[in-house]
């Protein structure tokens, strides 16, 4: 197999493969495209955060799903799209604890190379530790302000990856090559059904959401810049044609969104489906998988969208979930008309399998993989193992959603901490106004009913820290008036839906749709509010004070967060860029390793209980039900939430979850 890689600078030569026959008119061909994606460092099925293993994650399970589907699509590819390098305790050791060198490749990288894939994509979180590591890493030479570009190219994956609408501001030309032509050997069958051998010249581009400017500004700015989906492809796709692609496949980080385009979209594919030229979508960033026949999801019900054959606007488009928990392929069903590849989308198929089998268990790892990435494996366990400090309290989110402030308040202690001692030692401007915090709980169940933050009383380690703050994302402080305060937490409220206190039958008091990391609450004994959940969106916050007074326009707060929440990630009215005050060059992580070790012992009554809010009293007729993992009733009763029961030890759903009821009333 060759790849013909597209360089800006040079031109691009390429020939079909000796030996390889033209395809007679009247052949047909099946071709399996598979996708990993927002696979975020998981190499093995293993959880840092606990210290053991967790089978419902893990690329060494991919790893046999792809084997399974190269045994029913002999013609086959494999790419990955992106949030790769970032996003577990592994991710961190390489990237920060003990830097890769020079010649080393990345142990996600070493998985990849050894299952063969073909090309891959690049996701916002590629970016997440800066341009020198990223371009070391992938082996690539960057010319960007603060990359050594004329250094020894690194060791890098063994498969070209591509990204179209990224661009360095010193060359005007993108970071990476746009695309990739592959050259792949297939079976084809001709007309007469004897079998054919041919070249089927596959184009791959790779497009990230824009929004990386702002969520990694303190990286890009000035270096980089970023151009839509929709110009971007239909720059480049007919160039693609014109260099002999037979198909081209889209690999782009990001969901779909209908409305009005914009070239920042975050979540750009649904407009770039409707760009001609594109055979196939591989698809990513919302971390859910894709078609789902059952899917609630807002993005997977829009018009042009089929979610049960998995098609955006006519064009097979698959999502494959996180963490290596599912698998995309697409089954192009091909015919040749004499000039050119045909894909049939009436035969073609489009799957997101998941590991997880029918009766639960789970598809068995390769073995080789935790073979090939051993040292790595065993060094980042003796990595996070490294002891921090004590808590004499389980810090917990199983109930974060109705009020367990358990494992956030020490992080709003820490960011206001450290805020705090940075205005005083270096901006006096802002020594007059209060500092407040903003924290989310991370993890609320999304990804399993093991996807909890959970730090058992006793020792804590680098592990536990990682638990509490999961992301490497660096502390923001933005000013804000009271009215922006006030519609931060209206935008976090949406984290519920609306309640009908007249309803009998039970209500979901969660809104799924909301990420549980966008549910940012504050926990300062000087602030005071209530959330109404029978009241609309944007219409839920009620008597919020401060110091006891009502809070209004004329109060002014630095409020501590992260760069993304900052910068606009989540689409918080107000934020964002333009209000930070405070880029510190500390990353929220570390800001929280450094208060416990300061502070030694954690105790619930000092950093465990302050909760600034409540829900607002109201009696409902019926129950108002969430689910959450079973039998921890009591952990809900240690956080004083008298409110909570539990309903049943199996919801019922078939994944583990037990059902809770909250008494709004009391």
Aim: with cysteine; hydrophobic share 40%; net charge neutral.
């Amino acid at each position: 197999m060759r790849y013909q890689i597209f360089i800006p600078a040079l031109p691009l030569m390429f020939c079909a493969a000796a030996g390889a026959a033209n395809p007679p008119t009247g052949a047909t061909a099946v071709v399996g495209v598979m996708e990993t994606t927002d696979l975020h460092s998981n190499v093995l099925g293993y959880d840092y955060f606990k210290l053991s293993p967790e089978p419902s994650l893990g690329l060494d399970r991919t790893a046999s799903l792809i084997a399974q589907a190269r045994r029913q699509f002999p013609n086959n590819l494999l790419f990955d799209n992106g949030d790769t390098i970032q996003g577990s305790a592994l991710a961190d050791y390489q990237a920060l604890a003990n830097p890769l060198k020079c010649d080393q490749t990345l142990a996600i990288y070493k998985v990849m190379n050894k299952l063969g894939y073909d090309g891959g994509g690049i996701g916002n979180h590629e970016f997440n530790y800066g341009l020198a590591y990223l371009s070391q890493v992938t082996g690539n030479r960057f010319e960007v302000d603060g990359v050594d570009a004329a250094r020894p190219r690194c060791a890098g994956p063994a498969f070209p990856q591509v990204l179209a609408n990224v661009y360095s501001l010193k060359t005007r030309k993108p970071l990476f090559a746009p695309y990739s032509i592959i050259d792949k050997q297939i079976t084809a069958q001709g007309a007469d059904g004897k079998p054919v051998t041919t070249t089927l010249k596959v184009g791959i581009i790779g497009f990230a959401p824009p929004t990386i400017l702002s969520w990694d500004k303190r990286w890009l700015e000035g270096k980089v810049y970023t151009e839509g989906l929709r110009e971007t492809a239909a720059k480049f796709i007919p160039e693609m044609r014109a260099r002999g692609a037979d198909l081209v496949v889209a690999i782009s980080h990001g969901g779909l969104d209908d409305s009005a385009y914009a070239p920042s979209m975050e979540n750009g594919n649904w407009h770039l489906s409707k760009v001609p030229g594109i055979d196939a979508m591989l698809i990513g960033h919302s971390h859910l998988p894709f078609p789902n026949a059952t899917s609630t999801v807002p993005q997977f019900n829009l018009p042009g969208v089929d979610k049960v054959k998995g098609l955006v606007n006519g064009v097979p488009t698959v999502m494959a979930n996180l963490w290596g928990k599912h698998l995309g392929v697409i089954g192009l069903h091909l015919s040749y008309d004499g000039q050119r590849w045909v894909v049939d989308r009436s035969k073609t198929i489009v799957e997101a399998r998941g590991a997880q089998q029918a009766d639960k268990s789970f598809i068995a790892p390769d073995p080789d993989i935790a073979a090939l990435v051993a040292a790595e494996h065993e060094a980042t366990i003796r990595y996070v193992k490294t002891p921090v400090g004590a808590t004499d309290f389980r810090m917990s989110t199983y109930f974060a959603d109705v009020g367990d402030v358990s494992a956030i308040t020490v992080v709003n202690q820490a960011q206001t901490d450290y805020v705090i001692k940075y205005v005083k030692a270096s901006m006096p401007q802002y020594a007059a106004l209060p500092v407040l915090s903003m924290a989310s709980p991370f993890k609320g169940g999304t990804a399993g009913v093991t996807d909890y933050t959970d730090v058992k009383a006793g020792s804590l380690a680098l592990n536990n820290a990682a638990d509490l703050y999961l992301y490497p994302n660096s502390l923001y402080a933005v000013k804000v008036n009271g009215g922006e305060l006030k519609d931060w937490l209206e935008r976090a409220a949406e984290r519920f839906n609306t309640i009908d206190p007249a309803l009998a039958t039970p209500q979901e008091l969660v809104n799924t749709a909301f990420p549980t990391y966008n549910f940012d609450a504050l926990t300062s004994k000087e602030v005071s509010y209530e959330i109404d959940v029978t009241k609309a969106p944007g219409q839920r916050i009620r008597n919020l004070r401060f110091r006891d007074k009502p809070v209004n326009a004329s109060n002014e707060f630095l409020v501590a967060t992260n760069n993304y929440r900052a910068s606009g990630g989540g689409g918080f009215p107000g934020l964002d860029g333009s209000k930070t005050a405070i880029a510190a060059p500390d990353a929220n992580r570390d800001v929280l390793i450094a208060y416990i070790k300061d502070v030694k012992n954690l105790t619930r009554a000092q950093h465990g209980q302050q909760r600034s809010w409540r829900f607002a009293k109201t009696r409902t007729a019926g129950p108002v039900v969430f689910h959450s993992a079973p039998g921890l009733l009591p952990l809900a009763q240690q956080a004083g939430l008298g409110n909570v029961s539990m309903l049943r030890a199996d919801d019922g759903l078939g994944k583990g979850f037990a059902l809770y009821a909250v008494d709004l009333s009391k």
